[in-house]
């Protein structure tokens, strides 16, 4: 049998021969591309026609991959922590309401009478005196952002949308990319009645953002608490209206909100024993 098949494969036409040749040749060649490099090629391929597609298709979702590897929570409730005018932090979750998008924190507005001020400061103080007037609040999950942030709907204790009331204030703007303008019609209601933000004029936070992508930074630490102390020294001494001097330490309530001007006296320490030491006393929460 040996020699028959032998005598059969010889006889074969030589085209036949070089044709099977080159079929072996080629796939000891692939056999010897490490299975490291077609994967990474594999994926930057998958990695272009996506970019194509959603490029010229703006209907497509953005690809978000921490909703496919990261599992969907709870609700969460607590006593929150503002960290700007959309953001907030319960038991160590930052959380992102739905739908809107308030003033970055070192964004800056015209008031009516074309003066420039801190609109973005001003939304988150808006925001903490609105949540601390009925606590705690109660947060569902919606998605989850590219920054592993938790977007959700959220509501005071007493029921009232948070995100709604932003934007009813003018604290806030209905954000159309993702609430398919759910709080529009609130959104008008302010304007009409010029409300914060629609009092003087003001660049939308989402196009303030496009040409200040260099100043803001991504949100893993607060956005609001403007300035910073020395490598370890991040306890804000702060001195209140009425000359009281007040150490706020990370995680206290109103520690992201509270900001340090040495101008005035304020200081930042090192520890709580040095707070005290200099004649501070500590946050009550």
Not at 68 to 75: L, V
Not at 79 to 89: H, K, M, R, W, Y
Not at 117 to 138: N, Q, V
């Amino acid at each position: 049998m040996i020699g028959i098949d032998k005598s059969r494969y010889d006889n074969r036409p030589d085209q036949w021969r070089r044709r099977t040749g080159a079929k072996r040749s080629r796939a000891r060649r692939w056999a010897s591309v490490p299975i490291r490099l077609v994967l990474v090629t594999v994926a930057a391929t998958a990695a272009l026609v996506t970019q194509f597609v959603m490029h010229n298709s703006g209907s497509l979702p953005e690809i978000n991959l921490q909703n496919i590897i990261k599992p969907k929570p709870i609700a969460i409730a607590g006593v929150a922590s503002v960290i700007d005018g959309d953001t907030i932090e319960v038991h160590g979750q930052r959380i992102r309401f739905n739908g809107i998008d308030a003033p970055e924190s070192r964004q800056y507005c015209d008031d009516a009478k074309g003066f420039e001020y801190p609109c973005g400061r001003r939304s988150a103080e808006a925001l903490d005196a609105f949540l601390a007037a009925s606590e705690p609040i109660h947060c569902a999950f919606v998605t989850w952002d590219r920054y592993g942030r938790f977007v959700g709907d959220c509501a005071r204790a007493d029921g009232v949308s948070v995100a709604a009331w932003m934007v009813e204030h003018g604290q806030a703007l209905d954000w159309p990319k993702y609430s398919n303008g759910a709080y529009a019609a609130r959104q008008a209601k302010a304007e009409a009645a010029k409300a914060g933000l629609w009092a003087g004029s003001f660049q939308t936070p989402w196009d303030w953002r496009a040409q200040h992508s260099d100043d803001v930074q991504a949100p893993a630490a607060p956005l609001f608490a403007l300035g910073t102390g020395n490598a370890g020294c991040n306890i804000k001494g702060n001195i209140s209206a009425d000359g009281e001097r007040i150490y706020h330490v990370p995680g206290q309530k109103y520690y992201s909100v509270t900001v340090i001007s040495q101008a005035k006296g304020e200081r930042w320490f090192c520890s709580e024993a040095e707070a005290v030491a200099a004649g501070w006393r500590r946050a009550k929460r």
